[in-house]
């Protein structure tokens, strides 16, 4: 019993945790881009369940596929070998016929997993509808470096008032790597190069190529968000990258430097990465912004309701001191708050007494899956360079339950007498706070 009760209140914790995410990307664009692999390998099917998820979730979502391997098998049937330059395939008459034969297969198949309602899956009682059209132009890539790619080609023009129709109509649209010329020739495209321009044109949220392995730092560690600037560093200094995941980091940096709001690279091996990476804190790959995600400056009133809701679990389990609504509006201004990815996760704040030259470091707040971060010595160290900046000598810290971490910190105990006036008069002798001092 003891086992299914926690079990239980870990689920609760999460699905309460995961409502920010849910709230923040309902009606949002995300575009999923998978490699023909993900479907040639059967890991689609457990992906199917994710975005069937996604879309009941209220998130508009397109998929675009790649057919590389289905392709390669379109050839070997022919007994013909694949040419490439530079990475890209050289799409003759004979390697259009397979790219056509190989993308028509597969866009049946993807339906097929999305059609899916059997009961006792995840997929019981859906209705998912899905689209796809002409919504590519596209032109020839033509001749460079004196080789002629013949029908591989780029994107011109991407018909987002079509897109944007289909996913008003609550469908999902399916994208694939080919695209069509006024003239009404078609060409093979390449499967990032289509996400990008659809991510672009469709003012997405969110990019999500899914590759063969993560993005690793020097010693084998997943990193969790880049700016576009740290990984175009990562990827100058070649540190053992499949060349898949190369590849789309590649186009996560040009995604975000065009203005998707971000992008990401995570492993299709690992089943669930989709979910875990958009609605929990720690995600399951990489996440690449244009600048920095993590942002501590002054608050404003306009992030009272984010304050509220970091300290009220605190307030109520006797952690913090309770301020409510109105005091807080009060007192905003004395508030520092520590942003990720738009999401306050952390805050505190200085109230100064001039006259004695001190400043009390008051409700100092983390969310609870944000911390182990260093949150907590930003946010202190923050409000220790205000205390300096404003001429104060000494900063002190009321505490009942944390009076170690402070300790660590350079904080010593001392007695109520060391505190101003103001604060000796209103001490709670029912709190019984440990009163910490710190020389600035």
Known sequence: MRTRLDNTAQFVAWFRSA?????AFRGKVLVVAIGGEVVAGGLFYELAYDINLLHAAGIRV?????????????????????????????TDPVAL???KEAVGTLRVEIDAMLSQGMPN??????AINTVSGNFITAQPMGVHDGVDY???????????????????????VIVSSIGYSTTGEVFNLAMEDVAVAIAKGLHAEKLIFLSDSPVLDPAGRTLPELSAEEAQQLLQADVGLSADTRLYL??????????VARA???????????????????????MVSADKLERLRQATIDDVGGVLQLIEPLEEDGTLVRRGRERLEREIQRFFVLEHDGMIVGCAALYPFPRERLGELACLAVRPEARGAGHGDKLAEAIEAA????????????????????????????????????????YNLQRMSRVLVKKL
């Open 62 to 90: 397109v998929l675009v596929h790649g057919s590389r391997p289905q392709i390669e098998g379109q050839l070997r049937k022919r007994k013909v070998e694949p040419v490439y330059h530079k990475g890209l395939r050289i």
């Open 121 to 126: 899956t995840p997929m019981a009682g859906a």
């Open 97 to 99: 016929e397979c790219v």
């Open 387 to 426: 205390a300096r900046r404003a001429g104060l000598k000494r900063l002190f810290v009321l505490t009942t339950r944390t009076m170690h971490w402070f300790i660590e910190r350079g904080f010593a105990e001392a007695d109520i007498s060391v505190l101003p006036d103001e604060k000796q008069a209103f």
């Open 250 to 259: 590649a186009h996560a940096i040009e995604a975000v430097r065009a203005g």
């Open 150 to 172: 013949q029908y591989t080609g780029t994107v011109r023009k991407i018909d987002t008032l079509a897109i944007n129709g289909c996913l008003d109509t609550g469908n999902i």
């Open 264 to 286: 990401h690279v995570i492993s299709h091996q690992t089943d669930g990465a989709l979910l875990i990476e958009l609605f929990t804190r720690g995600g399951s790959g990489t």
């Open 19 to 23: 409502a920010p995410y849910l709230h």
